[in-house]
């Protein structure tokens, strides 16, 4: 089934009641039905996460209404269900942190990505079928098949998973459970939902034709690959953030598959340069040297700031070599596998309910006996909400015979930043906050097309993390930022910030603003409005009458300044109708200010303008403003793969819904999570 309905769902495998005069077939209609309304979620767990429990007495007998048809169970029931959900999390084994003691009852994994790394790891040591929840959650006895299935069907999680079989030091037998085709094919995909898709080349397994031109080319151009007897020797692009890919004795396409996939993880704006893709499909048309038999620690990670997090423990216990074989296949074989291993029960469509009805905390649970039912594993990220009107926020405007292997490109002169969940038990924990409503300006920077959402992952976008982008508009179009509360920090460890640096470190803003044209479609109206402009310290700019600059360029040398600015805006009269009228416009920011601050001041105001004519709000009514979209109460929910922002519908205003900015996002390309809002 798809993530979007895996949410919340409760799948029982095996269900045993015992009575007298009781007819089997009513017992169980009747049964259904009451489960069906029962109350099967316990609290503080993040909505992504997955717990199977081997086994789970009914905790108040006899009071079940079996006999009569109900709607629901009586809440005295209900109310113990949840203490006895709560008490098997509670004791709960981790199998993301160590061996599960045998006598566990229950295990729990915080969000798809921690469950497939956990497949993967045990497949690979032998020991799944070993593991009643495995036996439960993918009833086929071929576990090796069924691995190479589930990371086809939800590549968004292979980074992460990767990543964790890294840190495990067990990325070789892993990746040994796939075959070369297989391996490129899961590349392929991965690429795919990020948006990489110029590594689409990348899958092929020759070497030969535009992959060997591009290595020729590369090797040439750039000192990093030398040609020996007509071999291309060239050194992966990842290699100054993933050195461990070179000594780990893999075939291409598996290299290909962990030096990307980390790549996504450590330095996902490194991934999207206009450079990484050529690099990589030249790489793969070259010819390459891999060491052997050596094993490596994964490269130090320089930590990131700790998040203080106080909440209660919900898990106990710690996470059990050799490697597999497997045979080749082609890509069409690895296809037409996926599917017939598929468990049962595994949807690839998206299942939505009402937003009316997204009125309680949805945490999936798998309550099993001794075999749970199948498919529990989530699939494609739920489709999102369509586009909404120009009055709402938000319509979009082999080895080389060579003396010595190719020299590694130079190391970056700063380290890489690589993102460090918060250590201990704090990840996935609830987080309370006070400003909630920062996560629904992901939304707005949805609509106006500056990220792509997962309907377009190769959407172009800002070259700025996406959880900077919120921390730095967020903090202006608060009237008090409560540089206290804990959400500062969280977005910090998203966009991967090590302690010092701050927001929007490294993004380059442009130096001049013209603002799309598309964005002023919201403020089209039947008469033509005064646009402001004038020419001044050397700038010159144009002031939309809601208070944002259209236009903010250098002076053309020698030209007239009045010529200039028919000539920039002539573009926007197709979009609105206006007249030009010669006047004071204020300067954005001080001469002083950064780049980064001069480009705020050119975007904050258009966004603070669109948020307030979508709520119909007053336009100098900045308290109203943060009232309405950001200070906001709510849980937060931060796993490896997900964010989940838990909020109170009673609080939800009716304006935030209309505008759409409450709309569930779902999979983020750019930010490489998954973006939910739960309403309670």
């Not at 008490?87 to 915080?110: C, W």
């Not at 598959?257 to 340069?273: K, Y």
Request: aromatic content about 6%.
């Amino acid at each position: 089934m798809s993530e979007g309905a895996r949410v919340g769902r409760t799948i029982i495998g095996k269900l045993r009641l015992r009575g007298a005069d009781l007819e089997p077939l009513s017992a169980r209609l009747r049964l259904e039905s009451l489960l069906s309304g029962a109350h099967l979620v316990p609290l503080g767990l993040p909505p992504s996460a997955t717990v199977c429990i081997r086994r789970l007495m009914d905790p108040k007998p006899g009071v079940l209404p079996v006999r009569q048809l109900a709607l629901r169970p009586p809440s005295a029931w209900d109310e113990a269900m949840v203490s006895a959900l709560e008490a098997q999390v509670a004791r709960a084994a981790r199998p993301a942190r160590g061996a599960v003691p045998p006598g566990a009852e229950a295990v729990l994994f915080a969000d798809p990505s921690e469950l497939l790394a956990c497949l993967a790891s045990d497949v690979s040591r032998g020991s799944a079928l070993a593991h009643w929840w495995w036996r439960g959650l993918f009833p086929s006895v071929d576990l090796a098949r069924t691995v190479v299935a589930e990371w086809l069907r939800q590549p968004e999680y292979v980074p992460a998973a990767l990543e964790a079989s890294v840190r495990r030091g067990e990325a070789r037998p892993v990746l040994a459970l796939f075959t070369e085709a297989e391996a490129g094919t899961v590349l392929a995909q991965v690429a795919r939902v990020h948006g990489l898709t110029t590594l689409a080349p990348v899958g092929r397994a020759d070497g030969e034709g535009p992959a060997r031109d591009a290595a020729r080319e590369v090797a040439g151009g750039d000192g990093h690959g030398a040609v020996v007897g007509g071999s291309v020797a060239i050194a992966p692009p990842w290699e100054p953030w993933v050195p461990e890919v070179r000594t780990l004795g893999l075939g291409q396409a598996r290299q290909a598959l962990l030096g990307v996939a980390l790549m996504l993880r450590r330095a996902p704006e490194e991934t999207r340069r206009s450079e990484f893709a050529p690099a990589v499909v030249a790489w793969r048309g070259g010819k390459h040297e891999v060491l052997e038999g050596v094993e490596v620690r994964p490269a130090p990670v320089a930590p990131t700031a700790a998040m203080e997090v106080r909440a209660e423990r919900v898990d106990s216990g710690d996470g059990g070599s050799g490697s597999r074989g497997v045979t080749e296949a082609t890509s069409e074989q690895v296809a037409s596998r996926a599917e017939q291993t598929a468990p049962v029960g595994v949807d690839s469509g998206a299942v939505h309910a009402p937003r009316e009805m997204a009125g309680t905390l949805e945490t999936p649970v798998v309550a099993v006996e001794s075999s749970p039912a199948p498919g529990m594993m989530g699939g494609l990220p739920p489709v999102s909400d369509g586009r909404m009107e120009a009055e709402r926020v938000m319509e979009p405007v082999g080895a080389v015979e060579a003396p010595a292997p190719p020299a590694p490109p130079e190391l970056p002169s700063t380290p890489p930043r690589v993102f460090e969940p918060p250590p201990g038990r704090a990840w996935g924990l609830p987080i309370s906050t006070g400003l909630g409503g920062l996560f629904y300006l992901v939304n707005l920077a949805l609509f106006l097309e500056m990220y792509g959402d997962f309907s377009r992952p190769a959407h172009p976008h800002l070259p700025l993390s996406l959880w900077d982008f919120v921390t730095l508009v967020g903090r202006r179009l608060l009237v008090d930022p409560r540089t206290g509360d804990p959400v500062w920090k969280v977005l910090a460890l998203l966009s991967g910030r090590k302690a010092g640096d701050a927001p929007g470190a490294g993004f380059e803003p442009p130096e001049a603003w013209r603002i799309p044209s598309e964005w002023l479609l919201a403020f089209r109206a039947p008469e033509e409005s005064l646009w402001t402009w004038e020419a001044r310290d050397e700038r010159v700019r144009v002031l939309h009458p809601a208070g944002f600059l259209v236009l903010d360029v250098p002076c053309a040398g020698g030209d007239d300044a009045g010529a200039q600015v028919l000539r920039e805006t002539e573009a926007f009269s197709r979009e609105c109708a206006f007249t030009l009228v010669d006047g004071a416009v204020p300067a954005p920011a001080e001469v002083e200010a950064s780049a980064l601050e001069r480009w705020l001041a050119w975007l904050v105001p258009y966004c603070r303008s669109r948020l307030v004519r979508a709520l119909g709000l007053a336009p100098d009514d900045a308290p109203a403003l943060e009232a309405a979209v950001l200070t906001h109460d709510a849980r937060l929910h931060v796993t490896e793969t997900h964010v989940d922002v838990v909020l109170a519908l009673s609080q939800l205003p009716l304006a935030v819904r209309v505008a759409g900015l409450d709309r569930d996002i779902g999979w983020l390309p750019s930010a490489g999570r998954h973006l939910t809002f739960h309403f309670e």
